[in-house]
């Protein structure tokens, strides 16, 4: 089911008129209400009437997280505090957190998105949904929430966290959807045989799952072990939370609501647009916004776009999956790695489970990184000949895709920190030592 037909399958230059009209309405209140925007208009000569088409925007400077930053915690509200009904802040991922405004239409606009993006999901009024993103300060359980309701749907609001509540609740009540991060959805999993609940009790057909990168190995565990069908589903807090794109059923890219949310790929380094399907960092526009809208937002998110139509009707720009953030980049002897490229190269090996966190270290001048996975109970106790040639797969497939040597060290089964919310994966001890 398509929620919104009207805009979500709009004729693409249709979607551009309305797209411009949006943009131009926006900037002009930028240039009105926010002394920031409008002292940097004023700097590079820029007048809301000067952009007379979309590909205008290309020539505006960008807003990085620095900047948000610089205006904690609500300066750049470009509506008075009075009309702002709700405040959510970043989980904070990376350093002091960015505090986002919503008016009551800004709510209303998050609802609609959300259950556009639960529908793609394969989502009706009659499923059940179970929010285990957390709630709070943090976008994806009050995200989901709301829009589990304006669609109709039971919501469940577990909240991140109590996973033997949470099977119990799944069990019976009869949670069709699950929403969560992928991390968690795995911990979910894992945890079925210890709570004693089969999944053959279980009637999840569908899973919501985003908020940190993810590869399609975890897809495939994800998917056998709670026999749903996973998704993937994108936002951020600076531009609304989730909510700002999602995968349907054809799962070639995640469709942007791009009526609400204007993206632009751009290259990292020289910050100029990248034409469709080249990889670049995703840059979004807010084109509805009424309390905390951006212009050209770098969101440090590295995926790339694309416009041709999908199967299921929706005429959306697609974005493809996140493979890592720029500030997730580790930078090993010069080689860029993304844990991305790793969880690939796990993920396909037979017995080896998607639960594995990279250390960095330094020895002497020489960074040393080294990969902790976990791998099945039969596995681990294999001979020590056995796991040695498991060991020895995986670093050869590693060297394969990243190019450099990193030291695998296969670990018991559950022995990784599980995590609730966002997987910590990256324990960097370079700085320390
Ligand atoms: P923080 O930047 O503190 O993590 P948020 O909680 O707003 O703040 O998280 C937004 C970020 O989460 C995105 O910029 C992106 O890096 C990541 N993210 C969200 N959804 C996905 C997804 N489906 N795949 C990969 N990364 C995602
Ligand atoms: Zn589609």
Request: include cysteine.
């Amino acid at each position: 089911m398509i929620w919104d037909p009207y805009y979500e399958c709009m004729e693409l230059e249709q979607r551009r008129e309305l797209q411009l009209r949006r943009l131009r309405e926006m900037v002009a209140r930028l240039a009105v209400n926010v002394p920031w925007y409008q002292a940097r208009f004023a700097q590079i000569d820029f007048h809301p009437e000067d952009l007379k088409s979309l590909e205008d925007l290309a020539s505006l400077p960008f807003v990085s997280k620095v900047e948000l930053r610089d205006n904690y915690p609500l300066e750049l509200l470009a509506c008075p505090a009075s009309e702002v009904v709700r405040i959510h802040s970043s989980s904070g991922t990376t350093g002091r957190p960015i505090i986002a405004g919503y008016t009551a239409e800004d709510i209303n606009t998050w609802a609609e998105t959300i259950a556009r993006t639960i529908c793609c999901g394969g989502g009706t009024r009659h499923d059940i949904l179970q929010v285990a993103y957390g709630y709070g300060l943090f976008t994806g359980g009050l995200g989901l929430h709301y829009g589990g309701e304006r669609l109709g749907c039971m919501v469940i609001p577990m909240s991140a966290g109590n996973t033997a509540r949470q099977l119990m609740m799944m069990r019976d009540l009869g949670t069709t959807i699950l929403a969560c991060t992928p991390s968690y959805a795995l911990t979910l999993a894992d945890a079925l045989e210890e709570e004693g609940v089969s999944v053959e009790e279980l009637k999840l057909r569908s899973g919501l799952f985003g908020a940190e990168p993810w590869s399609e190995g975890s897809r495939q565990a994800v998917e056998s072990m709670l026999r749903l069908s996973a998704h993937d589903i994108y936002g951020l807090t600076e531009i609304i939370g989730p909510g700002v794109a999602g995968e349907c059923e054809a799962k070639n890219g995640l469709h942007v609501f791009d009526d609400h949310f204007y993206p632009e790929i751009i290259d990292p380094d020289t910050g100029q647009v990248l034409p469709e399907g080249q990889r670049g960092e995703l840059v979004f526009t807010s084109l509805t916004k009424r309390a905390f809208p951006l212009l050209r937002f770098r969101t440090r998110d590295i995926s790339a776009l694309h416009y041709e139509p999908c199967s299921c009707g929706r005429t959306h720009a697609r974005m493809d999956r996140i493979t890592g953030r720029t500030d997730d980049m580790l930078i090993i002897r010069g080689v860029n790695v993304f844990p991305s490229q790793i969880e690939e190269v796990l993920t396909a090996v037979e017995g080896v489970m998607p639960h594995y966190q990279l250390v960095v270290t330094r020895e002497g001048r020489m960074d040393q990184l080294e990969v902790r996975v976990e791998v099945s109970a039969d596995i681990f106790s294999d001979t020590v000949r056995g796991l040695e040639q498991v060991q020895a797969q995986i670093e050869e497939e590693l060297h394969k895709v990243l190019g450099l040597h990193a030291k695998v060290s296969l670990v018991e089964p559950k022995s990784i920190e599980r995590s609730i919310g966002k997987a910590k994966r990256i324990i960097d001890q370079r700085e320390a030592g």
